[in-house]
């Protein structure tokens, strides 16, 4: 059973950094993807990223990719999102998703059908930016 845990999450400053962690487990081939999504009070979902584990391979919604970065580490099971600069309007609860296949999902900023292409989803970490 496909498995993935988040963490990482906290209480930031604006221009602060923080790196979250999606643990993944039960896959048996790295042919599969991550993605990253999040969720702000009052709002939808919203795609973020998407990595393709066996290539290193990824995608990023335009409104972040100049200051999140993802990547994994296949010898942790283990996928990053690096965010930097971070803003309050980047107050959400962040997700994480797995799906089998190297193909990843476009990130459109509105998430629901990036969202619903991971078929394994986790229980999010919350990541508040405040001064």
């Known amino acids: 059973q496909v498995q993935v845990v988040e963490s990482g999450g906290g209480s930031v400053q604006p221009g602060d950094s923080l790196r979250l962690s999606c643990v993944v487990s039960g896959f048996t081939t790295d042919e599969y993807s991550i993605g990253w999504f999040r969720q702000a009070p009052g709002k939808g979902r919203e795609a973020i990223s998407c990595i393709s584990v066996r290539d290193g391979s990824a995608v990023y919604n335009d409104s972040v990719k100049d200051r999140f970065t993802i990547s994994r580490d296949l010898a942790k099971n283990t996928v990053y999102l690096e965010m930097k600069d971070l803003k309050p309007e980047d107050t959400a609860v962040y997700y994480c998703?797995?799906?089998?296949?190297?193909?990843?999902?476009?990130?459109?900023?509105?998430?629901?059908?990036?969202?619903?292409?991971?078929?394994?989803r986790g229980q999010g970490t919350q990541v508040t930016v405040s001064s």
């Open positions: 998703g797995a799906r089998e296949g190297i193909l990843c999902p476009t990130p459109y900023p509105s998430g629901y059908y990036f969202v619903t292409a991971f078929s394994t």
